[in-house]
């Protein structure tokens, strides 16, 4: 359940850098009469130390679409992320495409109050860089966190699809991609 808390407080905190960088007018904004969409393209490469507490060093090389709405928080879009071992050049691919959500069902924000965080479509499918499926997550799955102010109270978790990362206890991701690397 630590796993599960700290996804959902990470969930809650890219919403609210995404909604500041919003605000602060970090993204180009589109109007319609409707609502306003940021529509971004993204990459980015770097090197990330101690992937998965495993001591390895590994290059990421990311890319991807968004486009996000400001009613309530709505983001739909597609990555995909080559995981590189720079000593021996292995590599994993990972990808997802679909939408994540943010609602607040019920409640104030400054007291005790229930967000719905839903993910719909591939939030995320492992491959080697020959094109086999280490493993994957498609479908939808919702988290109902009830906070009190800032802080976590607890979370409901509905699950329909194949989630095996949710289903390990979010262990999964890295107990396949780090052998996969080495």
Avoid: W, Y
């Amino acid at each position: 359940m630590g796993r599960l808390l700290s996804v959902a407080l990470i969930a809650v905190a890219v919403m609210a850098v995404a909604v500041a960088a919003f605000a602060l007018g970090a993204f180009p904004v589109i109007h319609d009469h409707f609502s306003a969409v940021i529509h971004d393209r993204f990459s980015d490469t770097f090197t990330e130390t101690d992937f998965c507490e495993s001591g390895l060093t590994v290059m990421h090389t990311v890319r991807g679409v968004r486009n996000i709405t400001e009613d309530g928080f709505k983001a739909t879009g597609r990555f995909r992320d080559v995981i590189t071992n720079p000593d021996n050049r292995k590599s994993v691919i990972v990808s997802g495409a679909g939408q994540f959500t943010d609602t607040t069902i019920s409640g104030d924000p400054e007291h005790v109050h229930t967000h719905l965080f839903t993910s719909k479509g591939l939030p995320s499918k492992v491959q080697t860089a020959h094109g086999s499926v280490l493993c994957r997550d498609a479908g939808l799955i919702a988290f109902g966190v009830v906070f009190d102010g800032d802080a976590f109270t607890s979370s409901e978790v509905t699950n329909k699809g194949p989630h095996s990362e949710a289903h390990s206890d979010f262990t999964l991701f890295c107990d396949t991609v780090v052998p996969a690397l080495v």
